[in-house]
């Protein structure tokens, strides 16, 4: 029963460095999120998936990236880290859009770039 | 743009009070409205979901109503313990976007002490 599981839980980079988040889905979901939460911003939407081989951007994509070439994986990229980027990142899932189902999320990655 | 907000932003309870937390929202075109609780350096979880139809829903010590004409909704927590300290997150699911995604107020941090 493992539902929305986040890769890795805590990271540290240099300004510059690049890295992957991976979320990962056993609830056969076909929306899928990233978030990102900062202190007196509350969450707020990077991109999100609607299905297996889409993306489409949220609130706030610049300087980020994803992919979603399998239906149970959605993947968050840093090409060149930025002390900004410094987050927890939430991942989500939902079996519709979520506005419609309820959403799952992991536990969160929380980045600092140094 | 749909916005979400929350008052209290922190609320300090004794044991045993029952409570109200409110979310207000601008946009009243919503497919449904869901609370999450928070807890620190975790995940969210889904505590209750009110689909725009509804008035209310309940789940143990916890009711959350929906008035969506005037953009309003409340989770009120009977008889409130030292484990229900956390952060209650709404956010509302938006009925006019082409693929819906969640818009989330910052929260209410609470604190019941013993």
């Known amino acids: 029963n493992a539902g929305v599981t986040q890769t890795p839980k805590f990271r540290v980079l240099k300004t510059g460095q690049s890295m992957t988040l991976l979320c990962a889905q056993d609830m056969n979901h076909e929306y899928m999120y990233w978030y990102r939460q900062d202190p007196g911003m509350g969450l707020r939407l990077i991109h999100y998936?609607?299905?297996?081989?889409?993306?489409a951007k949220g609130e706030v994509p610049d300087g980020y990236n994803v992919s979603r070439l399998k239906k149970q994986n959605f993947l968050l990229g840093l090409e060149s880290a930025a002390p900004s980027q410094t987050s927890v990142y939430f991942c989500?899932?939902?079996?519709?859009?979520?506005?419609?189902?309820?959403?799952?999320f992991g536990q969160g990655t929380r980045l600092t770039v140094v | 743009k749909q916005e979400v907000t929350q008052i209290p932003a922190a609320l300090s309870v004794p044991e045993g009070e029952n409570l109200v937390l409110n979310c207000s929202f601008t946009d009243s075109a919503i497919y449904n409205l869901q609370w999450f609780r928070q807890d620190p350096g975790k995940g969210l979880t889904s505590l209750l979901l009110?689909?725009?139809?509804?008035r209310e829903q309940t789940s143990g010590r916890l009711n959350a109503s929906l008035d969506k004409s005037s953009g309003r909704s409340t989770l009120y927590i009977a008889a409130s313990q030292p484990g229900d300290s956390a952060t209650y997150l709404c956010a509302v699911g938006l009925a006019d976007s082409g693929y819906s995604t969640l818009t989330f107020g910052k929260g209410t941090m609470l604190l019941v002490s013993p």
């Open positions: 009110i689909q725009s139809s509804q």
């Open positions: 998936s609607v299905g297996e081989g889409t993306t």
């Open positions: 989500a899932s939902s079996y519709t859009g979520t506005g419609a189902t309820e959403a799952f």
